[in-house]
């Protein structure tokens, strides 16, 4: 077991960010008997999933819900089911959306050397 100070330095977040998490529901630190928080190595987990799913830009709502679904417990994992592969249509929207951004940019990055190539095979006209 652990408390904040050390639960933070091993999840990389800050101690505010984890109290953040516990008030909104992500996180339940069991506690002490002085009422200190205290982390457990499944607990260091559980964080690394929540800062990899945010990257997919679930939104806060979200995670609360599959927060809750999961300490509700293994009959939930349907209904988690359903909340990644509704984030993963939402990842598949964006990646479409960004490879049609970069198919624009390498065409025009095709047609710019395409033109630096005639322009320097072209002799310059004298200078005046």
């Not at 960010?17 to 457990?40: D, H």
């Not at 995670?63 to 990644?84: C, D, K, V, W």
Request: charged fraction near 25%; charge should be positive; include cysteine.
């Amino acid at each position: 077991m652990m408390q904040i100070g050390e639960f933070s330095r091993k999840t990389d977040l800050t101690i505010d960010t984890l109290r953040y998490y516990e008030e909104v529901g992500l996180i339940r630190p069991t506690r002490t008997t002085g009422n200190r928080r205290q982390y457990c190595t499944a607990d260091i987990d559980w964080v690394n999933f929540l800062k990899r799913l945010k990257k997919t830009g679930i939104s806060i709502q979200h995670m609360q819900r599959y927060a809750q679904l999961r300490y509700a417990g293994n009959q939930t994992i349907p209904e988690r089911l359903t909340l990644l592969q509704e984030q993963e249509t939402q990842l598949n929207i964006i990646m479409a959306e960004t490879q049609g951004n970069l198919d624009f940019l390498h065409r025009k990055m095709i047609l710019y050397r395409e033109i630096q190539a005639k322009s320097s095979s072209t002799p310059n006209p004298p200078k005046n």
